[in-house]
């Protein structure tokens, strides 16, 4: 069964970091992409970011490119999203989800870590 | 940016069919995707490639894409349908995914 496990999320002052992360089993992770989607509340999807499966191609949201960095360690099975110079807007609850090419498709989704930020 | 517009919500009865729109420049000539999103639950992938189902979701999802507009359709609707939906394209201009605005379906 595809697990994904977020964790890391928190209470953060504006201007301030954290880290993400995001465990994944029941599958070969190393052979997927892998993304990270957010919701700010009672707001839609917006998609964050993008890493391939070997981690060689990467891609961001205009309205985190700069402040957050993705990686991934196959070794351990493990996602994650730096997150540097919050802000109030970058709060939200976020998501890893698998990744399917061609078509992009994200079709298994963990169940969130809630970022807040607030002083 | 491309940009996916949704009607903001869609009432139905129960029975009855609903009909979701995601409408986008063109949108025809990429492949869709829907999820369904029940309130504190993460999504659900409920149609990828425009009109396939992951199993496990019922034959009453179902999904086309033609022009600038593709259509979720839900028929013998539930009361478990009732929920958010989100259609999804990849845009390969900027590399980035993109989500619809979002549709609350109400089952009356």
């Known amino acids: 069964e595809v697990q994904l496990v977020e964790s890391g999320g928190g209470l953060v002052q504006p201007g301030g970091s954290l880290r993400l992360s995001c465990a994944a089993s029941g599958f070969t992770f190393s052979s997927y992409e892998m993304n990270w989607v957010r919701q700010a509340p009672g707001k839609g999807l917006e998609w964050v970011s993008y890493?391939?499966?070997?981690?060689?191609?990467?891609y961001y949201a205009d309205s985190v490119k700069g402040r957050f960095t993705i990686s991934r360690d196959n070794a351990k099975n493990s996602l994650y999203l730096q997150m540097n110079s919050l802000r109030a807007e970058d709060t939200a609850v976020y998501y890893c989800a698998r990744g399917v090419v061609p078509a992009a498709i994200l079709d298994y989704w963990g169940q969130g870590t809630l970022v807040t930020v607030s002083s | 940016s491309y940009v996916l517009t949704q009607p903001p919500s869609v009432s139905v009865a129960p029975g009855q069919t609903a009909r979701i729109t995601c409408g986008g420049n063109n949108i025809g000539s990429k492949s869709v995707h829907w999820y369904q999103q029940k309130p504190g639950q993460a999504p659900v992938l409920v149609v990828y490639?425009?009109?396939d189902r992951p199993s496990g979701i019922p034959e009453r999802f179902s999904g086309s894409n033609s022009g600038n507009t593709a259509t979720l359709t839900i028929s013998r609707v539930e009361a478990g349908d009732e929920a958010d939906y989100y259609c999804?394209?990849?845009?390969?201009?900027?590399?980035?995914?993109?989500f619809g605005t979002g549709t609350k379906v109400t089952v009356l």
């Open positions: 490639d425009d009109s």
């Open positions: 890493i391939s499966s070997s981690g060689s191609t990467i």
């Open positions: 999804q394209v990849w845009d390969s201009s900027s590399d980035h995914y993109v």
